[in-house]
């Protein structure tokens, strides 16, 4: 990973450390906030942020015990074309998210208004607001809790990998050889489990702050409740006349951006660089397309947008169905004589 | 009479084949690389067709409750069995749109126990229906007369 600082990010520097006593109690106090009922958002000031890498670390020793610990050799699968995905010799690969891996920094260079600027962005899961990995799991493996994280139960994940195909940014990572699919049809049914950031839940519930905020020299990360998040979004966009990302991306998130350079932009220069995880290796990881585990910065819309329509059609149904087979009973009773079919 | 039977049974296939493919089936196992049903693995697609599906499906449910509650008496074991589990098949399909909502979630545990009950129900009414047919007591109500 390069840990290069751009001028940017020494200025940051200085201001992150200027603040980081007077802040580190008020973050404190926002992560054992769950209470108020509203969910919890991070919000990432990446002008910050100077790649310094303590964040990834901090969060691979948090959750190290979480990690897969995969039985071999694998079931041989069924039919071949489902390929296992293995991580368990790549554990150390942190310029991509993995199982074994659940944050890796972007460092991205990307000219901007004539300025070249050296952006370092803490990626994990968005923890978005109304999820689609969540809502389409068929099983309930995934699930957002309370306060807004969107969780992997890995006793009940198959690993069939649909959260990853629902999600935007590709965000969980599958390790085969771990699960419940073991026990169930390994060789027809599931190939793992699936694993990505839960905003450090074993932590959370313990009133810890998660660990790469804990961790952030620079104070690039906060956490509140979702209202205050996004108005801090909001007034430092505007302080430095930035750009914000995960407000309305995939129907919103609890994660959200603020960067100096537009995010298109980011997303231009970032789509150039292939992670050297993707580099080797091959055909041992399911899915190494060239930006693989590095979640892009495009612009998600609302995959839920007829939802509320949808759904209001199947809670107004039965209730027709109701009234049309109570008025036509009626009829029936009027005209004096009952049928049935 | 028989273009409604038809209709159903197209309407029961269409649930059946997009409620399944919540699961990650189709791909695997080749169905969505048929010519024109690439749309099996789409699981947006899936997912509304089974939400537009339920709605006709919860309107004609509730059309025959009214119905099956004037003619209470004559309701056969069969008949009541699968009423349960139709009964279960809707309840747990609408907690699944509600927990669906946006701002809506129910814990992990209630959510994989709405999935399951669904699936199983699902499974049995389809086992009942069939050992109803086979055994010549297809009929919801013991005719009369
Ligand atoms: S970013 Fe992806 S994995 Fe994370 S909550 Fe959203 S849909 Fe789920
Ligand atoms: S919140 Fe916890 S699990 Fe998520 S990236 Fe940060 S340290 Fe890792
Ligand atoms: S610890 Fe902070 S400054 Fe260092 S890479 Fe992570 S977010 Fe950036």
Redesign the pocket.
Known sequence: MSRKKSTISRRSFLRGAAIAGVGAPALARAGAQDAKGEELATLLDISKCVGCGACVVACGEANESRYPKPEKPFPEMFPPRVKVADWSDDRYVDDRLTPYNWLFVDNITVNHEGTEHEIHMPR?????TN????NLCPWGA?A?KDDGA?V?DPDVCLGGSK??S???????QRQTGVGLYLDLLPRFAGNGVMF??DRCQPRMAEGKLPACIEACPMQVQQIGPRSEIIAKAKALAAEMNGYIYGLEE?GG???IYVSPVPFEKLEQARAKVAPSAGKKGKGKHASKGKNSGR?NLTQVGSPFEKEDMFAAAVFTAPVAGLAAGAIRLLRKTQSGHGEDS | MRTRTLLFALLMAAMAISGFGQMPIFKRYYIADIPGMAWTADYYFTHMMHYAGGAILLALLGYAAVRLFAAAGRVTLSGWLRIGLWALIAVTGLARVTKNLPDMHLGPELTMAVDVTHLAAVMLLGLTALMARLLGRGEYLRVEE
């Open positions: 994990r899961c968005m923890h978005c999820p689609p990995c969540a995934a957002k969107v992997i959260c990853k629902v999600c935007p940014w590709d965000i969980p990505k950031c995939n998130t609890n994660t979640p």
